[in-house]
């Protein structure tokens, strides 16, 4: 069993405000990720870590930002929320020698009213 | 053309049966293949990877053909805690760190 883990589990909030989503692990991994996924949807990368200090952009990452200042820990930042970032939030992450297998996180569900 | 395309579904199917699914891929490059299972409202989880040569874990056989670029999940003697949204996953091109989910496809088995 996956020990990863988020939080808050469920967000609303108003238009304009400052969010940090958190997600820590306690495995070790290096590779850490988020996704964000709409109901019904496909899970779309936002961001990813191959290890401390080092972050990419997925393909849906251009209204937040991350860090790794430690492997365990990769928080996701929306500088303004929008009701267009309601979604649900999904973090995961993977060890480089385990055939990219990724592990999640139980989610945020965001509402921006 | 969608990168990862599966069908849908919901496919409705009896205890017992055998049902299968494909799933399309547009990048010739991808080299990781993966079956995740979702539940209703929660994180997915890995089912099992997907190799060449195929592979089976227990009910769960998973196949791979490369020059039509699609994978298959079949499960055999199907469960009521089998019911779960099925994502066939592929990493991007050579970036393994880069992996493209489809939208599921939604199984229900029922008594």
């Not at chain 2, 209703?40 to 791979?64: H, I, W």
Request: with cysteine.
């Amino acid at each position: 069993e996956a020990d990863i883990y988020q939080t808050p589990r469920y967000l609303v909030i108003g238009t304009g405000k400052k969010i940090t989503l958190e997600c820590s692990q306690t495995m070790g991994h290096d590779k850490m990720y988020w996704y964000q996924q709409d109901p019904g949807m496909e899970l779309h990368l936002i961001h990813y870590s191959y290890g401390v200090n080092s972050t990419e952009k997925g393909d849906l990452s251009s209204e937040s930002t991350v860090s790794r200042i430690r492997t365990e820990h990769f928080p996701l930042t929306l500088e303004s929320a929008r009701p267009s970032h309601t979604s649900q939030y999904l973090c995961a992450s993977g060890s480089q020698g385990a055939g990219n297998e990724q592990y999640f996180g139980p989610g945020t569900r965001l509402t921006v009213t | 053309r969608k990168e990862v395309e599966q069908d849908p579904g919901p496919f409705n199917v009896p205890e017992g049966a055998t049902v299968a699914f494909n799933c399309t891929y547009s990048n010739s490059a991808s080299q990781s293949f993966f079956w995740y299972r979702q539940d209703c409202r929660k994180e997915p989880k890995l089912l099992m990877s997907v190799y060449s040569s195929g592979n089976e874990d227990g009910r769960f056989t998973a196949q791979l053909n490369r020059a039509s670029q699609y994978i298959s999940l079949l499960i055999r003697d199907s469960k009521l805690s089998d019911s779960a949204t099925y994502l066939c996953v592929v990493n991007w091109g050579n970036n393994n760190n880069d992996m493209r989910f489809g939208a599921g496809t939604r199984l229900t088995v029922k008594p």
